[in-house]
């Protein structure tokens, strides 16, 4: 093979192992420390739910109002892994490119991860209230009784639109500066709390059952969600590509 | 699929940081002051050999190494890298990127992960990585694997470094100030296991460094930058040639030194020692040998110092 050819060659093989990588390193970090997240809201459910039985029962679940710190927990985790780990990813020889790619596969996985395992505790806790008799309530979310397949669609959608919301927000001070950085995590904002609405979840929204609630609702939510990541994803890509590592001048 | 080494050329660099902010890895917020880096450097590293880039602190010697990986884009001018006569703009640039292991005193690693952890990043994205060698590196310098590198002292935490540079086995390998913090018998033991590697594994390596004395015996080539130009850039026996050191009495020496540029003047009694740019024509060594004058080479770290500060005093007295 000519040299341009092995060249060629050359940088589709390393485009490709090098958006593994980073989609491996990423997605280990948020589902390791995730993991540590989700039994500390299990044990803090449990307790909770223990606590209120005692004095008289509960109203509705507990889980519920965990959804709201979760997508935040994440938002931090996207937040930092982000920062920390493209220095590193470019050292080994990575692109921007291949991070980016990495990183929205990531969130996806991490996102749907995050929505399966809340579908499936909210229906343990639905089944374990039942056993009880008391009576279970879900007042988030585009299915008012209660869907695993949305719940864990919203979720994934949920999750994987604050991962990479959270790693927009330091590349955006890189890009913007003090100023236009504050402006940009005001901008920021706006994406939270259009996929909030969308998927009808989280601490604005989520405090009441959906009015308009069905299938159409359902699918304008599940769509909003898309589009969400969608924005987030072109977002990463555009602030990451063009970002410079910069240590010291030297 | 093996690949020739890398070549690496500047054409007419600068470099120009804006005042940014940057999120620092503890998650706050941290101003950075701007400034010129490079300005105008011009000069090539050559495929296969070790090249040593020399400069004081702040030269820009860590933005050059910068550019060369791709890690951003020069203000103006052009970079180039690649196998000699395909060489490429490393922005973006997969193939090339690929080929380049730069290893910063910031080691890019993973600190709160175990050590494991990291090299098996690196052995997911590097090509060429050599994860055997690697554990033996790790063995030579005593590194503990079960460690977070956030927990090993600062000469491990180099010596780890010094390890993924050497197992990345990249074409073009660069070593950023790999040294601070190891002691005296791991240096040698990496500037021994460098030189082994090269031999068995030709690539070419660039050298950024302070310790001159200790790693010009490595040197092919040399680079010397200062306040963001290129001060030279050749092989380093022409550097070791541009330098003659004069010894003996006052008279003598100065009169032979008159027709050169003198670099650096040391009295110690009536005796006097000078650098003096370039060599002694045979005439002028042979009316030495006749004065007492003794005529001697000039170590690369002495001609570094002389030339970095002739510099620095040029720049004071404009």
Not at chain 1, 37 to 58: E, H, K, M, N
Not at chain 2, 183 to 204: Q, V
Not at chain 2, 238 to 246: C, E, F, K, Q, V
């Amino acid at each position: 093979m000519s040299v341009a050819g092995n060249l060629e060659e050359r940088g589709r093989l390393a485009r490709r192992r090098s958006t593994r990588a980073a989609e491996n390193v990423l997605t280990n970090g948020m589902l390791v420390v995730g993991a540590w997240f989700w039994g500390t809201i299990i044990l803090t459910s449990v307790v909770i739910a223990a606590v209120q039985g005692w004095f008289g029962g509960l109203d509705g679940g507990t889980l519920q109002y965990t959804l709201g710190s979760a997508r935040w927990f994440m938002f931090s985790l996207g937040l930092i892994l982000a920062t920390t780990t493209l220095p590193m990813h470019l050292a080994a020889g990575g692109t921007r490119r291949s991070f980016v790619d990495g990183l929205i596969r990531s969130s996806v996985f991490v996102g749907l991860a995050t929505g399966i395992v809340t579908a499936v505790l909210l229906l343990i806790e639905e089944l374990a209230w039942g056993a009880i008799g008391w009576d279970w309530q879900f007042s988030q979310g585009l299915v008012p009784e209660g869907s695993f397949a949305v719940t864990a669609a919203s979720e994934t959608l949920v999750i994987a639109t604050y991962i990479l919301i959270g790693a927009m927000l330091p590349a955006g001070y890189q890009r913007f500066g003090a100023w236009g950085g504050s402006l940009w995590v005001l901008a920021l904002l706006f994406l939270v709390i259009f996929v909030d609405w969308a998927v009808h979840t989280g601490y604005v929204f989520g405090w009441d059952t959906l009015a308009d609630a069905g299938p159409g609702r359902t699918l304008l939510g599940l769509g909003g969600g898309v589009l969400a990541v969608a924005i987030a994803s072109f977002g990463v890509d555009r602030l990451y590509r063009g970002v410079s590592l910069r240590s010291t001048i030297g | 699929m093996s690949i020739a080494p890398f070549g690496a050329a500047l054409d007419s660099v600068a470099v120009h940081y804006p005042t940014s902010w940057r999120m620092t890895q503890q998650g706050t917020v941290a101003r950075e002051t701007g400034g010129t880096a490079l300005d105008g450097a011009t000069c090539t590293f050559p495929a296969g050999a070790i090249t040593g880039l020399l400069g004081r602190n702040g030269a820009g010697k860590t933005t050059m190494i910068g550019l060369l990986a791709g890690f951003r884009r020069p203000t103006s001018g052009t970079v180039r890298v690649g196998p000699e006569g395909y060489e490429r703009d490393p922005w973006e640039n997969p193939a090339i990127v690929s080929g380049v292991q730069v290893v910063r005193e910031s080691g890019d690693v993973m600190p709160d992960e175990k050590v494991g952890v990291t090299l098996r990043h690196y052995g997911a994205v590097r090509p060429e990585w050599d994860a055997d060698y690697a554990e033996r590196l790790l063995d030579l310098f005593e590194v503990d694997t079960r460690k977070n590198p956030a927990s090993l002292s600062r000469g491990k935490r180099s010596a780890l470094g010094a390890t993924i540079g050497l197992a990345s086995r990249a074409p073009l390998t660069i070593f950023d100030e790999v040294y601070l913090g190891m002691d005296a018998p791991t240096r040698y033991a990496f500037y021994d296991e460098l030189l082994k590697d090269y031999a068995e594994h030709p690539r070419t390596i660039i050298l950024s460094s302070h310790l001159v004395g200790e790693t010009e015996r490595l040197f092919e080539h040399v680079v010397v930058v200062d306040r963001g130009r290129v001060l030279l850039a050749e092989p380093a026996e022409d550097m070791r040639a541009r330098g003659t050191s004069l010894t003996g009495n006052a008279t003598a020496v100065d009169h032979l030194a008159a027709g050169h540029r003198l670099l650096h003047r040391q009295e110690l009694g009536p005796t006097v020692m000078v650098t003096v740019e370039g060599s002694l024509a045979e005439q002028e060594a042979a009316e030495a040998a006749d004065s007492g004058v003794q005529v001697g080479s000039v170590p690369l770290q002495d001609l570094f110092v002389h030339l970095t500060s002739t510099t620095a005093q040029k720049e004071s007295e404009r």
